[in-house]
């Protein structure tokens, strides 16, 4: 890695990690790229609980940006993305 790059893209770079190591190896990337825009495509859950911002893609497009409580609170689309049912509160 560049040591201090403007932008860092990671396309999926935690896909096979679990959740607690997710967590770490985000963490000392938000500590360390502090004055660097991260954006990292993903998948998981976990990824989307932990991200200052998420994008909604639908069909291509930008279709929501929030946190993931915005966007569960708000998208129908990412709710069925994640599984995610409002009534029973229930998240995967």
């Keep these: ?20 190591t997710e967590a770490r190896v985000f963490a000392g990337l938000k500590q360390r790229s502090r004055d660097a825009a991260v954006l990292v495509v993903a998948s998981k859950l976990s990824t989307a609980r932990i991200a200052d911002r998420v994008a909604l893609l639908d069909g291509g497009r930008i279709a ?16 069925d993305l994640l599984g995610i049912d409002p009534v029973a509160g229930d998240e995967p």
């Design 1 to 20: 890695l560049v040591p201090r790059p403007a932008v860092l893209a990671l396309d999926d770079a935690t896909s096979a990690l679990d959740a607690p």
């Design 64 to 79: 929501d940006i929030g946190t993931h409580d915005e966007l569960s609170a708000r998208s129908a689309v990412y709710r």
